[in-house]
């Protein structure tokens, strides 16, 4: 039954992405036979020229508003260009595709303009340059229209080049319900996706989006880099400084290959570690306040929203090691060091018996971190948004967080079944400071330890009723800011 429910859902998904994706097709191929609307465009600029061109491949008819109605041959043949007012009242949808310092021109023609769709595509320079939002200014100029923001975050380029992979979203917003879907379906004709992010109010956001820089990435990038450094450096004094000043041997090659190979899991613990520990901390605080209504702080707000980004620099990290290991036995000092109690047994004419326990030990260090590896794929694989569309909010938080936290188990011991003959010999302990991989265990062993107090049914009985609402002091939550915080995973 459920099986079939699964097909079923599968075909109709695939049904659907078929439709789409052959309305997308459809919608980028020219489409001369059904000739749409007129639309204008004021301004003959790169963008307005792009614009204009994917449009009469859509089978729309533009018409260009510009300061010389001389025809000019970069402008689309189809297209007329008169004047700014004649080409207004030509059509009902006026796109302005010219920047915000030059709007005053469009004063004399407010009443022209009364009663149009006019949509704003600006951009600006830098975050926050006005106090308002172009398209909020651009509706201040015109009292009468009913004014849209859409087509800021499409670049020129990628309309002409029909190179549309970078995104295909389009941001909407206005006040007029009406004029944004008309709006959102020139979008949809041109073969790309419309997001409604609902009135003029998010136009400042709209616009700040072009400017950002992989704005989510920032924290996790930053953190790390200063791992890798920091970890890098102390590898560096441990195994190839101190082993250089107190038994005489220059590992310095070690920097090529052991060195990474021993960073990158531990890199990669830690950061999954840390996109846990946001959510028992933000936990153990909906318990201590005893309500879900009162806001994190901000670093945790923030911590929380970059799990993603952290979570997939971990999964790179950790592919990192996976592909070091692989090539491992090619390396001349692997290959030596295997060699050398071969040729000793063999000089002695001596066989060593097997090892069962270390045989059993370096079978379920692999096997741990081979499972561990495949289930954090299956993690990193469904953060992605292609395939976190395709499966519900349930099935996303049993992968996220169940088999979230069996990759954190699985990789934790792994790394706790390698070190763990070591962690009480002194030798493992060059100028007092613990190897590496004992550093790593910290944030994974402390997020799993208090996750395992937070599942007793006394702890979780209480935390699922908070998040389902309930509040120990419900006055004192009223007086304090009431905002919803997401529910930590
Ligand atoms: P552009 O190449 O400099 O073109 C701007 C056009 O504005 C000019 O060709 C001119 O058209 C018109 N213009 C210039 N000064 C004017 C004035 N004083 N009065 C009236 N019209 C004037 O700029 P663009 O790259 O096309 O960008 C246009 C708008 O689209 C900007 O707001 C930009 O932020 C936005 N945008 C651009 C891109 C992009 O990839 N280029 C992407 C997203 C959004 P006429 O000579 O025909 O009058």
Redesign the pocket.
């Known amino acids: 039954m459920m099986a079939t429910y699964y097909s079923d859902r599968k075909c109709i998904s695939a049904t659907e992405k078929m439709n789409t994706n052959s309305s997308n097709m459809m919608a980028l191929a020219p489409n001369t036979s059904k000739k749409r609307e007129t639309v204008c465009i004021f301004?003959?600029?790169?963008?307005?020229r792009a614009l204009g061109h994917k449009m009469i491949q859509c089978g729309y008819h533009v018409v260009?508003g510009?300061?010389?109605t001389q025809i000019s041959n970069l402008v689309p043949k189809d297209a007329e260009v008169l004047s700014h007012a004649e080409a207004a009242q030509k059509a009902a949808i006026v796109i302005i595709?010219?920047?915000?310092q030059?709007y005053n021109?469009l004063t004399p023609l407010a009443e022209i303009l009364r009663g149009k769709v006019v949509v704003d595509?600006?951009?600006n320079l830098k975050l926050n340059q006005y106090p308002e939002s172009n398209a909020e200014y651009l509706a201040q100029l015109l009292p009468g229209a009913r004014v849209v923001k859409a087509?800021?975050t499409?670049?020129?380029?990628a309309l002409q080049s029909g190179a549309l992979d970078a995104s295909r979203q389009v941001f909407v917003c206005g006040d007029d319900t009406e004029a944004k879907e008309m709006v959102m379906n020139i979008v949809r004709a041109l073969g790309l996706t419309p997001l409604d992010q609902g009135s003029l109010l998010a136009a400042q956001e709209i616009e700040n989006y072009p400017l950002q820089l992989f704005p989510m990435w920032k924290f996790p990038i930053f953190l790390s880099l200063g791992l890798t450094a920091f970890f890098f450096f102390y590898c560096l004094a441990l195994d190839v400084i101190y082993t250089y000043i107190y038994e005489h041997n220059n590992f310095s090659f070690f920097i090529a290959m052991t060195i990474p190979n021993r960073i990158c899991p531990v890199v990669a613990l830690i950061l999954l570690g840390l996109v846990y520990l946001p959510g028992v901390l933000a936990a153990i605080i909906q318990l201590y306040r005893g309500t879900k209504y009162r806001r994190f702080p901000d670093w945790l707000d923030k911590w929380m929203l970059c799990r993603k980004q952290l979570g997939l620099i971990a999964l790179a990290f950790a592919s990192l090691h996976a592909v070091f290991t692989l090539a491992s036995p090619l390396r001349s000092f692997v290959k030596w060091r295997n060699a050398k109690p071969i040729i000793s047994q063999a000089l002695n004419n001596k066989t060593e018996p097997l090892d069962t326990t270390n045989a059993w030990l370096s079978d379920s260090y692999l096997a741990l971190g081979i499972i561990g590896f495949f289930f954090f794929v299956l993690v990193g694989i469904t953060s992605l948004p292609s395939v976190s569309n395709s499966v519900n909010w349930r099935e996303f938080r049993f992968v996220q967080s169940k088999l979230g936290y069996l990759t954190l188990i699985l990789c934790t011991a792994h790394t706790l079944v390698y070190g763990g003959k070591w962690f009480l010999s002194p030798t493992a302990y060059k100028w007092y400071l613990p190897n590496i991989y004992m550093l790593s265990l910290v944030v994974p062993c402390a997020v799993l330890v208090v996750k395992f107090v937070l599942i007793f049914p006394c702890v979780d009985k209480p935390l699922t009723q908070i998040r389902q609402g309930w509040e120990r002091n419900p006055k004192s939550s009223e007086q304090s800011n009431y905002i919803i915080n997401k529910s930590a995973v």
């Open positions: 301004g003959t600029g790169d963008f307005g260009y510009s300061r010389s595709a010219i920047q915000r030059h021109f595509i600006s951009n087509f800021n499409v670049s020129a380029w």
